[in-house]
């Protein structure tokens, strides 16, 4: 789309998903093909799709609310693999996967993207109010 070449604005959450994201074990790569999310890691590719709201749920779901889909693969997509959920915002932005309830196991993968890994965190003091003087309250 021409107006919107990131796909910033439309009416899907799955751009939260999308790019290259790793830790000190493994390695994915989310990306959108023919309209679909693919997750690539080594030569294995799995399709991502989203999982229903539940009845109860608001519509659309809140800012900030974790992205999931289930991940499965394209021969078998009503048997997912994994569960998919991205967090937070900005460097502290995550991606677990992690077995299906129904699956059981305590597996847990947290990923970062790819290029918020090295950078230092930000200085929290900086996040602080200040007072008049410049230091920070109780400070003399």
Request: net charge negative.
């Amino acid at each position: 789309d021409e107006e919107d070449p990131l796909l910033l604005f439309g009416d899907g959450q799955h751009e939260a998903c999308l790019g290259e994201w790793k830790n000190e074990r493994l390695q994915v790569l989310i990306r959108l093909q023919g309209g679909r999310l693919i997750l690539e890691s080594g030569k294995k590719e799995l399709v991502l799709s989203d999982i229903p709201p539940d009845a109860d749920a608001p519509r659309p779901p809140p800012a900030g609310a974790p992205g999931e889909w289930s991940v499965a693969d394209a021969a078998t997509p009503e048997a997912p693999v994994y569960l998919c959920r991205v967090m937070g915002y900005g460097r502290d932005t995550r991606l677990t996967l992690e077995p299906p309830k129904h699956k059981g196991g305590n597996f847990k993968a947290v990923l970062r993207r790819t290029e918020h890994i090295g950078l230092p965190d930000p200085d929290p003091a900086l996040g602080r109010l200040s007072g008049a003087g410049g230091g920070t309250a109780g400070e003399s």
